[in-house]
């Protein structure tokens, strides 16, 4: 019993949080990615994000990405270019898109946004992106 309740509240913790899964759902239907695709929320050691190769999965590390709102917008639209069939330098939208860290490998936000359009903050719901 405890053992379960731990394991739930670590899955709670690193969990994407709402604002984060806002961006994602907007990112994947502007991107118009296969309906079976889906983004997880996993820790990952050496990545920040990967697509499984049967294209069908997303992984982000969310927890790291939690400051950076831009940052976790193009690392979305750069795995739904993945989802979409593109590879690394083939001219696709963001697949020359790279995340910038610092030598600790804290996640540098982004000045910019790859996708047009995708709304990143909405004060009535999500009043402070990190939190």
Same mark, same amino acid.
């Given at each position: 019993m +405890?053992t %379960?309740?731990? @394991? $739930? $509240?670590?899955? $709670?913790? =690193?969990?994407?949080?709402p ?5 994602? /759902? ?5 991107? =118009? ?9 996993? !820790?990952?050691?050496?990545? &920040?994000?990967?697509?499984? *190769?049967?294209?069908k999965? !997303? ?6 990405? /939690?400051?950076t #709102? /831009? *940052?976790?917008?193009?690392v979305? *639209?750069?795995?739904? %270019? +993945? $989802?979409?069939?593109?590879? +690394? =330098?083939?001219? %696709? @939208? ?5 995340? *910038?860290?610092? #030598?600790?490998?804290? !996640? &540098?936000?982004?000045?910019f946004?790859?996708? #047009?359009?995708? %709304? ?6 999500? #009043?402070?992106? =990190?939190?």
């Amino acid at each position: 019993m +405890h053992t %379960s309740y731990l @394991l $739930l $509240l670590a899955a $709670l913790a =690193g969990a994407m949080n709402p604002q984060q899964a806002n961006i994602a /759902r907007q990112v994947m239907k502007a991107r =118009g990615v296969p309906p079976w695709s889906v983004i997880i929320d996993a !820790v990952q050691a050496d990545n &920040i994000a990967y697509t499984d *190769t049967d294209l069908k999965r !997303v992984y982000i590390d969310a927890n790291r990405l /939690r400051k950076t #709102p /831009r *940052t976790f917008a193009n690392v979305v *639209t750069h795995e739904c %270019s +993945h $989802l979409n069939g593109a590879q +690394h =330098g083939d001219g %696709s @939208l963001a697949m020359d898109y790279r995340v *910038t860290t610092q #030598p600790n490998g804290e !996640v &540098i936000e982004d000045n910019f946004v790859l996708l #047009p359009g995708i %709304s990143l903050f909405d004060p009535d719901k999500f #009043p402070a992106f =990190g939190q």
